[in-house]
């Protein structure tokens, strides 16, 4: 009998469907989606395959097997059991709902050293700097003293950039449209099992800081803009030539730290920059300025894509305008399905712009950026 790989990706959305759990697949893993959505999970036991589809004009498509689906609500016992089995824990969930996962995983971590050594593998695939670490706190949270001293040799944890983008999709279907590229960078001296398109390397900061303050910041610059100027998707925004401009002022900002920081090669970065302008561009993804917005409580975090670049920057003695213009738009972003933009208007609304700079982003209310973004948000709500 043929023993078939073993992986558990928690959250069956865009990427775990449209990427990560595809990788697996293609790489002879059964895949076991955990999520709490019931719609997806049903479908998955029932058609036990779907389609990713590419975002080009030929519309070529691969058809992703060996996959099922459970959900961490209400079948806690046949997760652990997953995770018992598994060679890869991987995550596509959102960085704020890991807390949430993690007493779960950690129930099923416990039972697995207690009978066995096979060695675990846990990747965190979220947009934020050290996900992985952040998801491993928590579950050392849940362990007993038994459990946590026999972690080591057996359960390995390790951060990850993970880069392509698929935008919403129809929720009748399991079928994912994304961008044909991708990059899945894994930060590890371990030799690991092979995963198809899972590139390793032994210092992940310069490829997460390019990729967030790259993709990303771009990315929350045109949605915010464009949602400002009442735009449905990303490539339509951009087609405005003041917004692209805007975007690669922004991003020569974020450039010239990523280059300082790093001595990254100045031309091939601005390669970099000019490559993912195009994949902005992409007319067949369809991607809505309120998806790239979302969340902008997370967006505007001191770690994130507009923050910590603007405040590195400025340590640096490099400029930070555009990227305080960034800043005063997202905070313009007043989208009544996103609730994080919401509680932001509520707190504009009762203390002002400055004072969510400082609650939200860690930024004192006098420094030299704060007055900046309130300046520039002033000019672009008229
Ligand atoms: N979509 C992209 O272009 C893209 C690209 C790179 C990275 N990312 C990152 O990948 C992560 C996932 O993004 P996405 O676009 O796939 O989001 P998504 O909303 O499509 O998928 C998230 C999935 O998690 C599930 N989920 C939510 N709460 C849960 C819980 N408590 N337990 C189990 N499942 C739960 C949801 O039901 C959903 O299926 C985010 O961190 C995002 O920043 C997204
Ligand atoms: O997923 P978020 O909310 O962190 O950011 C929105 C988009 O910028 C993001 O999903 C990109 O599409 C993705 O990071 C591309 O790799």
Request: hydrophobic content about 35%.
């Amino acid at each position: 009998m043929m023993i078939v790989k073993q992986t558990v990706h928690f959250g069956a959305g865009n990427i775990g469907r449209g990427f990560i759990g595809a990788l697996f697949s293609k790489s002879g893993y059964h895949v076991t989606f955990v999520d709490i959505a019931d719609q997806i999970i049903n479908k998955l036991n029932q058609e036990k395959s779907y389609q990713v589809k590419l975002a080009t004009e030929q519309r070529e498509t691969v058809t992703i097997e060996n996959v099922s689906g459970l959900n961490n609500m209400s079948q806690e016992r046949e997760v652990m059991e997953a995770i018992k089995k598994a060679t890869y824990l991987t995550t596509a969930i959102g960085p704020d709902i890991l807390p949430r996962i993690a007493p779960l995983i950690a129930r099923g971590i416990a039972e697995r050293v207690a009978d066995t050594d096979e060695k675990l593998y846990i990747i965190a695939c979220e947009n934020q700097i050290g996900a992985t670490e952040i998801l491993k706190s928590h579950i050392f949270g849940n362990f007993d003293e038994e459990t946590k001293g026999k972690i080591e040799g057996r359960v390995y944890f390790f951060n990850s950039a993970v880069d392509r983008i698929v935008p919403i999709q129809d929720q009748d279907s399991l079928d994912v449209l994304v961008e044909p590229y991708y990059e899945w960078v894994v930060e590890t001296k371990e030799d690991i099992p092979t995963v198809e398109g899972m590139k390793i390397v032994e210092d992940l900061d310069p490829f997460i800081e390019r990729k967030l303050f790259t993709v990303n910041t771009g990315h929350a610059v045109i949605a915010y803009l464009g949602y400002i100027e009442g735009k449905e998707t990303i490539d339509q925004t951009l087609s405005d030539e003041e917004v692209a401009n805007q975007v690669r002022k922004t991003l020569k900002e974020t450039g010239s730290y990523l280059i300082k920081e790093y001595g990254l090669d100045e031309k091939e970065h601005l390669n970099y920059i000019n490559k993912n302008i195009e994949r902005f561009k992409n007319p067949f993804l369809n991607d809505g300025v309120t998806r790239v917005g979302r969340a902008p409580m997370r967006k505007l975090g001191p770690e994130d894509r507009l923050i910590r670049p603007a405040t590195q920057a400025q340590k640096a003695g490099l400029s930070y305008t555009n990227l305080a213009k960034a800043i005063a738009a997202a905070l313009l972003f007043d989208h009544p399905e996103d609730e994080e933009a919401m509680k932001i208007q509520q707190m504009i609304k009762e203390h002002g712009p400055g004072y969510v700079l400082n609650t939200v982003s860690n930024l004192d209310e006098n420094s030299e950026i704060t007055k900046e973004v309130v300046r520039q948000y002033e000019e672009l709500k008229k």
